[in-house]
């Protein structure tokens, strides 16, 4: 395989740099090909995994009534979520477009398949399998950005719900569920940063040597 170049190098981390957390209330009506949806789910399933298990597995939802109910189950936890927050916080959170379900052009819902044998590598660590799928994700989510496609994670749901609406073996495990889209404008921060949410961390603050 060749190596790459500086310039290989420069795309990926602006491609890093600009991956956003989309909203609906930036996705524009504009379908998807079927061209550029399969590149993101060839990015997804050649993800990292642990013992090569690729313990993944995609339903990819178009239908408005399907959508609908899960955004029922949305509005549900998001009226829960708001009593975690308090002060200027809570005025915040109520202001946000935390989802894209039906304004995007369709849904991924992104599942966890345990294995029925045991895998090299999770033995010790048996979350390493839901590793897995999150770098799926994470692949996905750069690819789409790449495709200049917005991709949004929401993560307000009861998993148990979405599992019944989309009518999932027992054995499944939601990971993700991901509101893909074309957009007016990728912003050039994250929306939560802009917000000022929450202030972005010094490197220097995450990075320890040796020990804690």
Not at 40 to 64: H, R
Not at 112 to 120: A, D, N, Q, R
Not at 155 to 181: A, M
Request: aromatic share 10%; proline share 3%; glycine share 6%.
């Amino acid at each position: 395989m060749n190596k790459f170049t500086s310039e290989n190098i420069e795309t990926l981390e602006q491609i890093i740099l600009a991956r956003r957390d989309v909203r609906g209330n930036r996705f524009i009506n504009k379908s998807i090909s079927k061209a550029d949806l399969d590149k993101i789910l060839f990015a997804g399933v050649n993800a990292p995994s642990v013992g090569f298990s690729q313990p993944w597995e995609f339903v990819i939802i178009k239908d408005l009534e399907i959508r609908n109910k899960v955004k029922d189950s949305f509005f549900e936890e998001n009226e829960k979520a708001k009593t975690f927050f308090e002060g200027n916080r809570i005025d915040v959170y109520t202001q946000l477009k935390l989802e894209g379900i039906v304004e995007s052009a369709l849904n991924i819902a992104v599942f966890y398949k345990p294995s029925e044998h045991p895998v090299l590598g999770q033995t010790a660590m048996k979350e390493t399998g839901v590793y897995s799928v999150v770098c799926a994700i994470q692949n996905m989510w750069l690819m789409a950005r790449a495709l200049n496609i917005g991709l949004g994670w929401v993560s307000i749901l009861n998993p148990d719900t979405i599992k019944t609406i989309l009518k999932v073996p027992k054995d499944r495990q939601l990971i993700g569920y991901l509101c893909l889209g074309h957009v007016d404008e990728f912003y050039e921060n994250p929306e939560l940063e802009r917000l000022q949410w929450e202030k972005r961390k010094n490197i220097t603050d995450v990075v320890i040597k040796e020990t804690y």
